[in-house]
T-cell receptor
Framework: AQTVTQSQPEMSVQEAETVTLSCTYD???????LFWYKQPPSRQMILVIR??????QNATENRFSVNFQKAAKSFSLKISDSQLGDTAMYFC???????????FGQGTRLTINP | DADVTQTPRNRITKTGKRIMLECSQT?????MYWYRQDPGLGLRLIYY???????NKGEISDGYSVSRQAQAKFSLSLESAIPNQTALYFC?????????????FGDGTRLSIL
């Protein structure tokens, strides 16, 4: 079975700083997908970024980018120029087709301070 | 209107009561999922359904049952609620596509069992 580990329960940075959230996973599969979801205090689950395992190029979405290291089974999220609205719980998740079931990490609570 | 709607948003009930959480979607997706979120554990899969006649157990199905009344509706029941079922519950949907589509989440139901 796949497992996902987020080793940082909480992080805190100043506004405008860059922050990196860590995620590691364990799988014997070769074809899979990785996601970062954001959960603000409103408790919505918002997709931040997605990475296909077969792609070597790291995904980017505006201020959000990932460092995907397939051999190391590592999938970190970098937030550049952090903003107060980035304050949220962040979840790393693994998905293997075709069932599309998500396996989540424990979450990292990120606080952006003014 | 939200694409994935969960009702109720919050619920407080007593041990031993039967509870039903409802989920409806307007996205036209065939696949629907129920997760529960606990602090420090992330989200864990309870049940999932690929269509009206295809229902599958997830990681933590004991104490829960589901009903897929239509493509758009997927309900989660707790037959006899117990305090350790206190959690935040999420419904999600996905389009099979080629197996790489992200899931879309409702806003969650916070359930407290006294």
């Amino acid at each position: 079975a796949q497992t996902v580990t987020q080793s940082q329960p909480e992080m805190s940075v100043q506004e405008a700083e860059t922050v990196t959230l860590s995620c590691t996973y364990d799988t014997s599969e070769n074809n899979y997908y990785l996601f970062w979801y954001k959960q603000p205090p409103s408790r919505q689950m918002i997709l931040v970024i997605r990475q296909e395992a077969y792609k070597q190029q790291n995904a980017t979405e505006n201020r959000f980018s990932v460092n995907f290291q397939k051999a190391a089974k590592s999938f970190s999220l970098k937030i550049s120029d952090s903003q107060l609205g980035d304050t949220a719980m962040y979840f790393c998740a693994f998905m293997k087709p075709p069932a599309q079931k998500l396996v989540f990490g424990q979450g990292t609570r990120l606080t952006i301070n003014p | 209107d939200a694409d994935v709607t969960q009702t109720p948003r919050n619920r407080i009930t007593k041990t031993g009561k039967r509870i039903m959480l409802e989920c409806s979607q307007t996205k036209g997706h065939d696949r629907m999922y129920w997760y529960r979120q606990d602090p420090g554990l992330g989200l864990r899969l309870i049940y999932y359904s690929f269509d009206v006649k295809d229902i599958n157990k997830g990681e933590i199905s004991d104490g829960y049952s589901v009903s897929r009344q239509a493509q758009a509706k997927f309900s989660l029941s707790l037959e006899s609620a117990i305090p350790n079922q206190t959690a935040l519950y999420f419904c999600a949907t996905s389009d099979p596509g080629n197996g790489n589509q992200p899931q879309h989440f409702g806003d969650g139901t916070r359930l407290s069992i006294l």
